[in-house]
């Protein structure tokens, strides 16, 4: 959205195709994933579970951009300016603040005990 909003493209690099970018968004989810899911172990999961996954997903970005760069032909100097710009850019920092806000919710959650509603009219009986 961000894109949309600016008007500008997230990876603008004359040679490079959508491998790096769609890379270092499935790498940022896996790393999101595993933290929150390294934070959400302990009984009383603690909010600072929200830093660690952030940073996590925002690290795991930049590797996976880096790495599907590389991978799709670009040499290493193109490569890392391109995760120099996304880092000190808006692209990087997006990902972390939406990492650190989706690990917040769900640290809330599993603190809360929050289980599915239950209607008044259900019954724990079977009809």
């Given at each position: 959205m961000m894109s949309?909003?600016?008007?500008?493209?997230?990876i603008?690099?004359?040679?490079l195709t959508a491998v790096p970018?769609?890379?270092?968004?499935?790498?940022?989810?896996?790393?999101f994933a595993v933290a929150l899911g390294v934070g959400l172990?302990?009984?009383?999961?603690?909010?600072?579970?929200?830093?660690?996954?952030?940073?996590?997903?925002?690290?795991?970005y930049l590797a996976g951009v880096w790495i599907g760069a590389v991978g799709t032909?670009?040499?290493l100097a193109l490569a890392t300016s391109v995760i120099?710009?996304?880092?000190?850019?808006?692209?990087?920092p997006?990902?972390?603040?939406g990492g650190a806000i989706a690990a917040w919710g769900g640290v809330a959650v599993a603190r809360t005990g929050?289980?599915?509603p239950h209607w008044p009219w259900e019954g724990d009986d079977a009809e």
């Amino acid at each position: 959205m961000m894109s949309l909003a600016t008007n500008t493209d997230v990876i603008d690099t004359r040679g490079l195709t959508a491998v790096p970018g769609a890379l270092g968004i499935a790498f940022a989810t896996g790393a999101f994933a595993v933290a929150l899911g390294v934070g959400l172990r302990p009984r009383h999961p603690s909010f600072f579970t929200a830093l660690w996954a952030a940073l996590a997903a925002a690290l795991a970005y930049l590797a996976g951009v880096w790495i599907g760069a590389v991978g799709t032909g670009a040499d290493l100097a193109l490569a890392t300016s391109v995760i120099g710009r996304l880092a000190i850019g808006w692209a990087a920092p997006v990902v972390a603040l939406g990492g650190a806000i989706a690990a917040w919710g769900g640290v809330a959650v599993a603190r809360t005990g929050a289980r599915p509603p239950h209607w008044p009219w259900e019954g724990d009986d079977a009809e």
